[in-house]
Structure formats: structure tokens, C-alpha cells
């Protein structure tokens, strides 16, 4: 081998050295970028999944809510009926109340004419 040979395989030798170097910085860095994007995938799946459930909580607690409100006007239409319910039946109870009021007066006064008509007569 001559030394221009010699001198030429270490120049290539030193050449191989430094592209070996650059190929395993370059693989380094898209480990690292992979890694990163792995770990950004990742915390992006874990955000997306925490919004989900977020949703469905939000989903149940607005079912829960509407179905609170149902019963509430429900159990308010109950008692809105049963209120007019007792003000008919005070009404129709005050009817008869008057009406045995005004019996009683009538058959009051009856009693008194009667009364009178057979107490013996003082002169």
C-alpha cells in the first residue's frame, strides 16, 4: 500500500467516523422526537379522554336535573289540583253553611210564633 492509499483510507476512515456520528446524533434526536410526540400523543389521548368523561358528567347531571324539574312541576300540578279541589269544597261547604244558617232562622222563628201562639194569655 502506498502512503497516498494509506493516507486516503484513513482520510475515508475518519469520514465513515464522522457520518457514524452524525447518523447516530440524527437517530438520537428523532428518538427524542418520537419520544416527545409519543408523550404529547399520549397527554393529547389523556386530555381527550378527561373531556369525554367531563361530557358525559355534564350529560348526567343535566338528565339529572330535568328529571328533577319534571317532578317538580308534576308534584306543583298535583297540589295547584288539590288546592282548587278544597277551595270547591270550601265554597260548597259554605253553601251549606248558609243554608243551614238560614234554616235555622226560619225554623227559629217559627218556633218563636209557635211559642207565642199557645202561651196562655195574661189580661
Same mark, same amino acid.
Given at each position: 500500500?502506498?502512503?497516498?492509499? @494509506?493516507?486516503?483510507?484513513?482520510?475515508?476512515?475518519?469520514?465513515?467516523?464522522?457520518?457514524?456520528? /452524525?447518523?447516530?446524533?440524527?437517530? %438520537?434526536?428523532?428518538?427524542?422526537?418520537?419520544?416527545?410526540?409519543?408523550? *404529547?400523543?399520549?397527554?393529547?389521548? *389523556?386530555?381527550?379522554? %378527561?373531556?369525554?368523561? @367531563?361530557?358525559?358528567?355534564? /350529560?348526567?347531571?343535566?338528565?339529572?336535573?330535568?328529571?328533577?324539574?319534571?317532578?317538580?312541576?308534576?308534584?306543583?300540578?298535583?297540589?295547584?289540583?288539590?288546592? %282548587?279541589?278544597? @277551595?270547591?269544597?270550601?265554597?260548597?261547604?259554605?253553601?251549606?253553611?248558609?243554608?243551614?244558617?238560614?234554616?235555622?232562622?226560619?225554623?227559629? *222563628?217559627? *218556633?218563636?210564633?209557635?211559642?207565642?201562639?199557645?202561651?196562655?194569655?195574661?189580661?
Amino acid at each position: 500500500m502506498t502512503p497516498k492509499q @494509506k493516507k486516503q483510507i484513513d482520510n475515508l476512515e475518519e469520514l465513515l467516523k464522522e457520518k457514524d456520528n /452524525q447518523v447516530d446524533v440524527v437517530r %438520537a434526536r428523532l428518538n427524542a422526537f418520537q419520544a416527545h410526540h409519543s408523550t *404529547s400523543e399520549g397527554a393529547m389521548t *389523556s386530555l381527550e379522554d %378527561a373531556i369525554n368523561d @367531563k361530557d358525559k358528567q355534564i /350529560q348526567q347531571i343535566r338528565e339529572q336535573r330535568d328529571r328533577a324539574e319534571q317532578e317538580r312541576n308534576e308534584e306543583r300540578d298535583i297540589h295547584e289540583r288539590q288546592i %282548587a279541589e278544597y @277551595k270547591m269544597k270550601l265554597h260548597s261547604l259554605e253553601n251549606d253553611m248558609e243554608k243551614l244558617r238560614v234554616s235555622v232562622i226560619v225554623l227559629s *222563628s217559627k *218556633s218563636c210564633c209557635w211559642c207565642w201562639a199557645y202561651l196562655p194569655r195574661i189580661h
